[in-house]
């Protein structure tokens, strides 16, 4: 997958040298290219804000310079051999569509990604509109909170796309059972996990774990992953499926 991030920060993707990104990196399966906003700028000071129009607190990214700058990206990545199509975007914002799991599947399916992180009160909304009728552009929150910029959305996204691409993790099987993965575990949550000695002071391992029965284990994760999210997520449990639900213990 190939990834172009455009930043006036971009020191900020240090993290992506290191673990499974990074060795994601030296096999080739993602191509993360970092490019420096201000490059793109005229003067001296290398200005890439203004005042709102409209007055209000903050400063506003200028719809040129950013203009310029994802030309430029997609324009060199092209005229490079094995660069598909054209890139889908991504704003990261904390007013955009919320990031999921489903959206990183939909993601990881893309063979290019171009993400635009924001500082400031964001980007000239033109640039949006501008790029929305030429890419397909997606604005994204990862959370209901607000960040100081968009720079820590974009590696909360790559982490959570990368990870699903083929030969990022050792076991394929962690995919799948991940919280939130399609199917089974789809709105719920993972339950809890143990590994050896049986006791740690006091406290022992839930016995069906070590009963070496596959079908009472698998039935007891998935139990507890629906009291987890019956606790700590009941917007979720309430979302379940209850075919699925069924589907499962007739398997089980
Ligand atoms: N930029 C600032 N806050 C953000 C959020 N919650 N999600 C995505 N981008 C952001």
Redesign the pocket.
């Known amino acids: 997958m190939r990834v172009d991030i455009i930043s006036i920060f971009p020191e900020y993707f240090a993290p992506l040298d290191v673990s499974l990104m990074g060795k994601a990196r030296e096999r080739g399966i993602l191509d993360i290219r970092l490019h420096q906003l201000r490059d793109w700028t005229h003067d001296v000071h290398k200005t890439v804000d203004d005042t709102p129009y409209g007055g209000g607190p903050g400063m506003v990214m200028k719809p040129e310079i950013w203009g310029e700058a994802i030309d430029a990206v997609v324009a060199a990545a092209l005229a490079e051999r094995g660069v598909p199509g054209e890139p889908r975007m991504i704003v990261?914002?904390?007013s955009?569509r919320p990031?999921t799991q489903e959206v990183a599947l939909e993601y990881a399916e893309e063979p290019w990604l171009l993400f635009a992180?924001?500082r400031y009160e964001?980007i000239d909304s033109r640039v949006m509109a501008e790029y929305g009728s030429r890419l397909r552009v997606d604005e994204?929150?990862?959370?209901?909170?607000?960040?100081?910029?968009?720079e820590?959305?974009?590696l909360?996204m790559i982490e959570a796309v990368a990870r699903l691409l083929p030969g990022v993790l050792g076991n394929a099987r962690s995919v799948t059972d991940d919280s939130f993965a399609p199917g089974v575990m789809a709105n719920l949550l993972e339950g809890p996990v143990y590994t050896k000695p049986p006791v740690w002071r006091g406290h022992e391992v839930p016995e069906v774990l070590l009963s070496g029965h596959h079908g009472k284990i698998a039935r007891w994760r998935r139990d507890e992953a629906l009291r987890r999210t019956l606790e700590k997520r009941p917007e979720l449990a309430s979302r379940l499926d209850p075919a699925t639900l069924d589907a499962y213990d007739r398997k089980v």
């Open positions: 990261p914002t904390p955009g990031f992180p924001a964001g994204v929150g990862i959370g209901d909170y607000v960040l100081a910029g968009g820590a959305a974009v909360v």
